[in-house]
Structure formats: structure tokens, C-alpha cells
């Protein structure tokens, strides 16, 4: 999840998660094959710019997938991401 915080957001009790940054710190010390970001775009008031992600993960030789609405995507073993459009 990347939506990101405030301080004055976390004072006033919002939910919040990582920032893009530290999503792709994560992902990068712990990794992972493959990087799905999500919980962008959701709130008006606390959200991140998934395009900022995606300039960093590119930055940082991030594999990643942007899902899309509606597409099916298949995670198999062994980490290969399969894409079933609708």
C-alpha cells in the first residue's frame, strides 16, 4: 500500500501506509520478484502519485506491475506474473 501520510494526518487518526519510497525500500531489502503497488488513488486526502513509484522503481531497477481495472492477473510460482485481459 502507498498512500502515504502526513503528520497532520496521523495526529488526527487517518489510517496510513507507506509512502512510495518506502514501499520501494521494502521491496528492494526484502527482495521481492515483483512489486505491486495499491491503496493510490483511493483517498482524496491522503493518496500518492503512482507515477512517482514508478520513476523511482525505474530508478532503482524495480520490477513492478500497475494493475489495471478489471484485468485478471495470475501470479504462479516461481513469481512470473501471467495478464488475462477482459
Keep these: 500500500?502507498?498512500?502515504?501520510?502526513?503528520?497532520?494526518?496521523?495526529e488526527k487518526g487517518f489510517a496510513s501506509n507507506l509512502t512510495?519510497?518506502?514501499?520501494?525500500e521494502l521491496a528492494l531489502k526484502a527482495n521481492v520478484g515483483i512489486t505491486i503497488p495499491c491503496?493510490?488513488?483511493?483517498?482524496?486526502?491522503?493518496?500518492e502519485?503512482?507515477?512517482?513509484?514508478?520513476?523511482e522503481?525505474?530508478?532503482q531497477g524495480l520490477s513492478y506491475l500497475i494493475p489495471t481495472v478489471y484485468d485478471?492477473?495470475?501470479?504462479?510460482?516461481?513469481?512470473t506474473v501471467r495478464w488475462i485481459s477482459h
Design 72 to 79: 485478471t492477473y495470475i501470479l504462479e510460482q516461481g513469481g
Design 39 to 47: 491503496h493510490y488513488d483511493m483517498f482524496t486526502i491522503n493518496t
Design 20 to 24: 512510495y519510497r518506502e514501499a520501494i
Design 49 to 55: 502519485q503512482v507515477g512517482r513509484f514508478v520513476n
Design 1 to 10: 500500500p502507498i498512500n502515504g501520510y502526513t503528520q497532520e494526518l496521523l
Design 57 to 59: 522503481a525505474n530508478k
